[in-house]
């Protein structure tokens, strides 16, 4: 059921986190077009991680908090394609002679993370924390809270790209719309975004050229194991392909537990894909959780939403 929420709930809010997220969206949204569904305001790319990231290191430039530290990040969520729009920043001033090196930091902090664990590893409770904090957000907009904003990768127009991140305004049914780049960006916020744009458009093309082959659609229609169809797409751009398997459960252990412990029982349906699905029902509070590893499937049901 990891990649057939339509079979089951079509109206499910469906957010990515896994890698090569610039190409997957569209392979999603693309899929959901063939089975007739428009899920374009439903289809999202995790994209906070990126926001995350950037308070954090802001944070630790200017020697403050890094609540005090947000700014829009925009674009994609691989390397350059990944623009933090310091300018933006309200609490405090970086010198322009700091910025390409943050703004370098910022794309290329998940390097970061692979080389402080020597090769043995990838981000881990930054992506939990980033997925818990963006869904119960999800959760809070669908609960009817108003004017709930957070970043993501979805299907916009901009300028040539068809899927670009931004803010987004979030609401009951999804993404109510996405918010506009600020007028006023500098140059070399500018200069990043031009050179952003044509690799964000050939690999959403990519996606899309990928979701149009009949072994894909045919693996997603007979609930086919998705893991070799992915390892293609993977080598295709030159990413490891752990990170389409679990990778062990460390970080969705830690994301289980934010998810539970703050879940709200009245949720209809949520699912949040990569290698784990949960799907949250009305009223009873249990949550469903379907992992997959290494081909092996097994599945935990807690009737409890504080477990």
Sequence with gaps: ?????????????????????????????????????????????????????SATFIGEYLGISPDFCSIPVVGGHAGTT??????????????????????????YAGDEVVMAKEGCGSATLSMAYAAASFTMSVLRAMDGEANVIEPGFVRQNY???????????????GVEEPIPLPKRLTSFEKKELNAAIPILVQQ????????????LYNCFIRKQSHRSSFERLTKDNKLPTHDFSLGGLQWWSSLYRCLIQ??????????????????????????????????????????????
């Design 159 to 173: 300028r040539e790209c068809k899927y670009f991140s931004s803010l987004l305004r979030l609401g009951m049914n």
């Design 204 to 215: 959403a093309e990519k996606g899309i050229e990928y979701a149009n082959n009949a072994d």
């Design 82 to 107: 990944i623009i933090p729009l310091l300018s933006q920043l309200q609490s405090g001033y970086i010198s322009e002679i700091d910025v390409p090196g943050i703004t370098k930091r910022i794309q």
């Design 262 to 307: 703050n879940s709200l029982p009245h949720t209809s349906h949520l699912y949040v894909l990569t290698s784990v699905s949960f799907s949250l029902h009305p009223g009873t509070g249990q949550c469903r959780t379907t992992f997959f590893k290494l081909g092996l499937q097994w599945n935990r049901t807690c009737s409890s939403i504080y477990a």
């Design 1 to 53: 059921m990891l990649l057939f929420p339509f079979r089951y709930c079509p109206d499910a809010m469906i957010l990515l986190i896994t890698n090569p997220l610039n190409s997957l969206v569209p392979v999603y949204d693309k899929v959901y077009k063939r089975m007739g569904i428009d899920a374009g305001r439903k289809i999202i790319g995790l994209t906070i991680l990126d926001t995350i990231r």
